[in-house]
């Protein structure tokens, strides 16, 4: 059975290039929307979208690839780019009538939401990230035995046909290592949760090693005319992550520094997880972005 968001209404919306995503609805106000990360669904931000639909419209998609959304074969660098998905979440707010909306986005829905926000800067007007680094420095920092921690990154940034056979040979396996490798609190994802997410990602191998392999690719040139042109994220900006940037040897909050200028910084003690293992943090830290 799939998991959804109780008192939530479901949509499916089209996008420019005719994918639909599966979306939910609550609320009224503002519009705020939640992408989840990897390797999960939208139902991770159950707890956040209940608080924050007392007083704003809060949309949740399964991003392109995951979910009940639709997974288009991977037909060129474009079809999983970051650049891409960033035009497929301004496409469902507008269609929901929202011309202008802030941006929470965890792990790879925080990816989209660095782009998004990057690309529509008149369009975002908040932007929170947890958990991650912009694309460009995550891959400059990985170096070394260090970079043992992102194994999978490299499994899957191999050209079409490598990563696909292996990942589902095993695919429970596989994704229940980073569901129970990354979170700290296990009850915070519940038996059910768990399920859902293994049952979503087995069936969606090829666009999730898709999503992953433009990150190694394209969103790595996205970032570096970035970079080049000394173009930034115009909004307030909002990044908590774990504390693992000093474990790494890097400055986390010097790295974002120069991608955001309008920046608050913050770690939190929590497992990767942070929307079902610290939500009342995160809904905390989401509201005070919202007023700034």
Not at 128 to 133: A, C, I, N
Not at 154 to 179: C, H, K, N, R, W
Request: aromatic share 8%.
């Amino acid at each position: 059975m799939t998991l959804s968001l109780p008192g939530f209404d479901y949509h499916r919306i089209p996008t420019a290039d005719g994918v639909a995503l599966n979306v939910a609805v609550a609320g009224s106000g503002p519009a705020v929307m939640l992408l989840h990360g990897f390797p999960q669904t939208h139902v991770m931000w159950r707890h956040v979208a209940a608080d924050l639909a007392k007083d704003h419209t809060v949309i949740c998609p399964d991003l392109r690839g995951y979910g009940a959304s639709d997974k288009p074969a991977e037909a060129d660098d474009d079809t999983y780019s970051k650049r891409t998905m960033a035009a497929d979440v301004v496409e469902v707010a507008r269609a929901l009538g929202h011309g202008t909306f802030a941006l929470a986005g965890h792990d790879r829905g925080a990816l989209v939401a660095i782009r998004a926000g990057l690309d529509h800067p008149g369009v975002v007007t908040h932007l929170l990230t947890l958990d991650v680094l912009p694309t460009l420095d995550m891959w400059d920092i990985l170096h070394g035995a260090d970079a043992k921690v992102a194994w999978h990154l490299y499994l899957m940034a191999q050209p079409v046909g490598v990563a696909e056979p292996m990942i589902s040979a095993v695919a429970d396996t596989f994704f229940a290592s980073f569901i129970d490798d990354w979170v700290s609190t296990p009850e915070a994802i519940p038996a059910e949760y768990r399920a859902e997410y293994l049952r979503a990602s087995r069936e969606a191998v090829p666009s999730i090693v898709a999503d992953y392999r433009a990150s190694a690719g394209i969103d790595v040139l996205h970032d570096q005319a970035d970079r080049a042109s000394g173009h930034t994220l115009a909004m307030p900006v909002t990044a908590i992550q774990q504390d693992w940037g000093t474990a790494l040897g890097y400055d986390a909050a010097g790295l974002w520094q120069a991608w955001a200028p309008d920046l608050d910084h913050r770690t939190l003690s929590a497992g990767h997880f942070m929307p079902e293992e610290a939500p009342a943090e995160i809904i905390a830290a989401l509201r005070e972005l919202l007023a700034r």
